[in-house]
């Protein structure tokens, strides 16, 4: 029996449209095809959109056949189900009846704006808190690299749905790394953009500006083509950075760069420790990148004690929003409960505390970007944990859990700046591994450039992982 066909990409998928050996009816039909195969075992979807994706695709073969052209026309597309999707319920993770939504958010009518046909919502974990993408409403969603493992969260039936081929990429939102460790745990690139980057409408300022939506696909230049697409604002949103074209740097070169290797990690309260091969790969990462004719570096930001003490007031401030967002009916997981509660008694003077010192910390993490271009560090601490580590933990055992794994990608989303998790390989026991490029702000196209040229060395996308979530599981692991 052979090898299974490579995943296509999207530039692959649009060069057969336009050639003409594809449609979209056909590609949208794959995708359910695969999607419907899967979700008994890999689990990655909470909606599928099968009727009116179909009716989509339809229409994006008549525009092309009468000669229409848009960046994204007849591509399957998923997203998190933390976004608006008309007439389909938000649940983010949670259970219990929600009412549908009445209108797409916005990051969902850019993409249909670009052509893409959006052809689910994927699984998260509730209100996008844990980096792991389990929870009553749903189960466990699996890493297609091992299913025994998780593919992290809380965008991991975004990165789950993207690595197993089901669709060639999926919107994530990123509230403390929740696009890049899923992508670091499923050999993705994950681009949490700058803050505003992509709009976060109808919600103006989700988890008081600590959450973006973001990207994950297979290559960087797929993962700058949909940023493109996704990126934009309405009048109201608070946060409107400048306009860049991304896709105009994957094939860039971003001349000679100075790059600190960063290996210390920020102020939390739980201890956390670098798993030896993330080190070891973190180190290759960096080899690399001085065979690209960079200067590399130790050297790390000076987080200090502000930036996570500011940290906790804004993201669980943020979870009341959203438990008003959904209303009465759901039923939530007693550790949201609890993180809730924390809420409440942060979010007066200590939530104005942290949302007033940003402007301090922007200054004090900046001053390394006096020295150096771009930050390489790791993106996770740990590989992927077992899906189910985190079933019976209690508030407390999960965030020290938490912070075991995951303790190093929070910092840029105070900040508000860009980030990308790049592939850079895999564990003894063939989890993946990943590392994030970090840079002041507005400096996606920089890292976008040079995550390309990692990509050019490395040829993520012919690495995809042995296809077993087509059988169903013989016993529940």
Same mark, same amino acid.
């Given at each position: 029996?052979?090898?299974?066909?490579?995943? =296509?990409?999207?530039?692959?998928?649009?060069?057969?449209?336009?050639?003409?050996?594809?449609?979209?009816?056909?590609?949208?039909?794959?995708?359910?095809?695969?999607?419907?195969?899967?979700?008994?075992?890999?689990?990655?979807?909470?909606?599928?959109?099968?009727?009116?994706?179909?009716?989509? %695709?339809?229409?994006?073969?008549?525009?092309?056949?009468?000669?229409? $052209? #848009?960046?994204?026309?007849?591509? =399957? /597309?998923?997203?998190? &189900?933390?976004?608006?999707?008309?007439?389909?319920?938000?649940?983010?993770?949670?259970?219990?009846? /929600?009412?549908? %939504?009445?209108? &797409?958010?916005?990051?969902?009518?850019?993409?249909?704006?670009?052509?893409?046909?959006?052809?689910?919502? +994927?699984?998260?974990?509730?209100?996008?808190?844990?980096?792991? +993408?389990?929870? =009553?409403? !749903?189960?466990?969603?699996?890493?297609?690299?091992?299913?025994?493992?998780?593919?992290?969260?809380?965008?991991?039936?975004?990165?789950?749905?993207?690595? #197993?081929?089901?669709?060639?990429?999926?919107?994530?939102?990123?509230?403390?790394?929740?696009?890049? *460790?899923?992508?670091?745990?499923?050999?993705? *690139?994950?681009?949490?953009? $700058?803050?505003?980057?992509?709009? @976060?409408? =109808?919600?103006?300022?989700?988890?008081?500006? /600590?959450?973006?939506?973001?990207?994950? %696909?297979?290559?960087?230049?797929?993962?700058?083509?949909?940023? &493109?697409?996704?990126?934009?604002?309405?009048?109201?949103?608070?946060?409107?950075?400048?306009?860049?074209?991304? !896709?105009?740097?994957?094939?860039?070169?971003?001349?000679?760069?100075?790059?600190?290797?960063?290996?210390? !990690?920020?102020?939390?309260?739980?201890?956390?420790?670098?798993?030896?091969?993330?080190?070891?790969?973190?180190?290759?990462?960096?080899? $690399?990148?001085?065979?690209?004719?960079? @200067?590399?570096?130790?050297?790390?930001?000076?987080?200090?004690l502000r930036l996570p003490l500011s940290f906790l007031p804004r993201s669980t401030a943020g979870l009341l929003e959203w438990a008003e967002r959904l209303g009465d009916d759901v039923t939530l997981d007693p550790r949201t409960e609890a993180n809730m509660r924390m809420g409440r008694l942060l979010s007066g003077a200590l939530l104005r505390w942290a949302k007033a010192t940003e402007p301090l910390l922007h200054r004090r993490v900046g001053a390394i970007f006096r020295?150096?271009?771009?930050?390489?560090?790791?993106? +996770?601490?740990?590989?992927?944990?077992?899906?189910?580590?985190?079933? &019976?933990?209690?508030?407390? #055992?999960?965030?020290?859990?938490?912070?075991?794994?995951?303790?190093? @990608?929070?910092?840029?989303?105070?900040?508000?700046?860009?980030?990308?998790?790049?592939?850079?390989?895999? +564990?003894?026991?063939?989890?993946?591994?990943?590392? $994030?490029?970090?840079?002041?702000?507005?400096?996606?196209?920089?890292?976008?450039?040079?995550?390309?040229?990692?990509?050019?060395?490395?040829?993520? %996308?012919?690495?995809?992982?042995?296809?077993?979530?087509?059988?169903?599981?013989? @016993?529940?692991?």
């Open positions: 029996m052979g090898r299974p066909p490579r995943f =296509p990409t999207i530039g692959e998928q649009l060069y057969q449209l336009a050639s003409g050996t594809v449609t979209s009816t056909e590609l949208v039909r794959r995708s359910l095809r695969a999607i419907a195969a899967s979700q008994s075992t890999l689990n990655a979807f909470r909606v599928v959109l099968t009727e009116s994706a179909l009716a989509e %695709a339809a229409d994006a073969d008549r525009r092309r056949a009468a000669g229409e $052209q #848009a960046p994204l026309l007849g591509i =399957p /597309i998923a997203v998190k &189900d933390d976004v608006d999707v008309a007439g389909v319920p938000t649940s983010f993770g949670t259970a219990g009846p /929600i009412r549908p %939504a009445t209108e &797409d958010s916005e990051v969902v009518r850019r993409l249909r704006e670009a052509g893409a046909v959006i052809v689910g919502k +994927t699984n998260c974990c509730e209100l996008g808190q844990w980096p792991f +993408t389990s929870g =009553p409403a !749903f189960g466990h969603t699996r890493n297609p690299w091992s299913r025994k493992h998780t593919p992290g969260g809380s965008s991991g039936g975004s990165a789950a749905a993207v690595a #197993a081929g089901l669709v060639a990429a999926a919107i994530g939102s990123d509230g403390a790394g929740s696009v890049r *460790v899923p992508a670091a745990w499923t050999h993705l *690139v994950g681009i949490k953009p $700058q803050r505003g980057r992509i709009s @976060t409408w =109808p919600i103006l300022d989700p988890f008081n500006g /600590i959450t973006v939506n973001g990207v994950l %696909a297979r290559t960087v230049a797929d993962a700058a083509l949909v940023l &493109d697409a996704a990126s934009g604002n309405v009048e109201d949103d608070l946060y409107k950075p400048p306009p860049v074209r991304m !896709f105009d740097s994957v094939g860039a070169a971003p001349g000679p760069l100075k790059i600190a290797l960063s290996t210390r !990690f920020p102020f939390t309260i739980f201890p956390a420790r670098l798993h030896p091969e993330i080190r070891a790969a973190l180190t290759e990462v960096a080899e $690399q990148l001085g065979m690209l004719g960079h @200067t590399v570096m130790e050297g790390n930001p000076n987080y200090g020295s150096v271009d771009v930050v390489v560090a790791p993106t +996770t601490a740990q590989p992927p944990p077992p899906a189910r580590k985190f079933d &019976d933990l209690g508030a407390s #055992a999960t965030d020290r859990a938490m912070i075991a794994d995951c303790p190093v @990608t929070f910092p840029w989303n105070v900040l508000g700046w860009p980030s990308i998790n790049v592939p850079a390989g895999f +564990t003894c026991d063939g989890l993946p591994i990943g590392v $994030q490029l970090m840079g002041p702000a507005n400096s996606e196209p920089l890292l976008i450039s040079l995550a390309a040229e990692l990509e050019a060395i490395n040829g993520w %996308a012919n690495k995809q992982p042995e296809i077993w979530w087509n059988t169903p599981l013989a @016993t529940e692991s």
